[in-house]
């Protein structure tokens, strides 16, 4: 799968702030949240599912990565989504091992594994 998620019984807003903090116990902070469904409802469309799009990132890792390879910057930030489906909190993540794997580059892949691992371990606690 190209994706991680979680479930969880906290409402989205409860479950941001609680992402928000865990994410800053490892050094990630959110550049910005996209509110998906309100920014496509001022746009005219109509989506009624709350859906957030947290851009997140660790600034060392993120000079480590582009100073290896420039390339890495279109995977870069990470995002996290927050939603809803079938009335459950959902929280997930692209995996970063599988959009690095397409530079082909082991030690990108390497560090991608450890910051997936990372996230993962917030998305966890998260939930």
Not at 42 to 63: D, R, S
Not at 98 to 110: A, G, P, R, T
């Amino acid at each position: 799968m190209f994706h991680y998620t979680v479930s969880t019984t906290k409402k989205i807003d409860e479950a941001i702030i609680s992402l928000e903090k865990n994410l800053k116990e490892v050094k990630f902070g959110v550049l910005w949240t996209l509110d998906l469904q309100g920014k496509l409802q001022e746009k005219g469309v109509a989506y009624n599912q709350p859906y957030y799009i947290l851009e997140v990132c660790n600034p060392q890792e993120a000079a480590k990565i582009l100073n290896i390879n420039e390339l890495a910057g279109y995977f870069l930030p990470c995002k996290i989504t927050v939603y809803e489906s079938e009335g459950t909190t959902k929280i997930g993540l692209a995996k970063p091992s599988l959009l690095v794997s397409m530079i082909d580059d082991n030690e990108l892949k390497s560090i991608a594994e450890e910051i997936e691992s990372t996230l993962i371990n917030v998305l966890e606690k998260t939930k």
